[in-house]
């Protein structure tokens, strides 16, 4: 089976991440698509970085109203492909993960895919802790974050009803709890991605890491309720 993916990216003002990220995305078939959201038009800068990569499939960049769940909306609302994969522009992908990737969407079409989450060399060096803690985040508690790379078919995607836009954070892990309270499976791809670690250098390990945690047990408690009670016989 032949799997035609629409990569969507959302992109932040300033960020300009993005153009690391192109290179690696040679390595998709033709019948994919690529597509950058951001507030801000960069389609000619985009012009010109694809033809400086040799990059020759559909790539596209949209304009959106600010927000990383607006903007991947908006990439689903404007794509054409049957299977979506959701990456953040400071990500990095190998040519061995997408093919992995196709691979495990074939096999797993009712699935949610996503990476190990794995960080670039940007990063202070107590970093491999937050790759620990990922691990054990996504692999038994089975809650993975958006920067692991999600993947799922649009039928999947569009039942849980996309990223919540109300949501002020954290609108990959409401997705995630949706897929749990919907009883949608999961599957994790195994390594192959990678993503920065400069807000930790910028901001600091112990702060950043520390409000990471607490947003995230803040943001999940209610929703392990709601999953709880679904889940008590009638």
Not at 180 to 206: D, E, F
């Amino acid at each position: 089976m032949s799997i035609k993916l629409s990569v969507i990216i959302p992109v932040a003002k300033g960020d300009e991440t993005w153009r690391n990220l192109l290179p690696d995305l040679v390595a998709l078939d033709f019948v994919d698509e690529i597509i950058f959201v951001s507030p801000k038009s960069k389609e000619a800068d985009l012009a010109s970085e694809v033809a400086r990569v040799g990059l020759a499939r559909s790539c596209q960049w949209m304009t959106s109203e600010e927000g990383r769940a607006k903007q991947f909306n908006w990439g689903v609302k404007n794509s054409l492909n049957s299977v979506l994969w959701f990456l953040h522009c400071d990500s990095r992908v190998s040519n061995a993960g997408i093919r992995k990737l196709k691979r495990m969407s074939a096999m797993n079409p009712k699935h949610i895919l996503f990476f190990d989450l794995d960080f670039l060399m940007d990063g202070p060096r107590m970093i491999f802790i937050n790759k620990i803690g990922a691990w054990i985040r996504s692999r038994i508690l089975r809650l993975p974050f958006g920067d692991q790379g999600f993947c799922m078919s649009r039928e999947v995607f569009l039942s849980l009803g996309g990223f919540d836009e109300k949501a002020s954070y954290g609108e990959d892990h409401l997705l995630i709890w949706k897929a749990h309270q919907s009883g949608v499976p999961m599957k994790c791809i195994g390594g192959g991605l990678k993503t920065s670690a400069r807000k930790y250098a910028n901001q600091g390990w112990i702060k950043t890491t520390f409000w990471h945690v607490t947003l995230t047990i803040r943001q999940a408690l209610p929703e392990l309720k709601l999953w709880l009670r679904d889940r008590r016989p009638s």
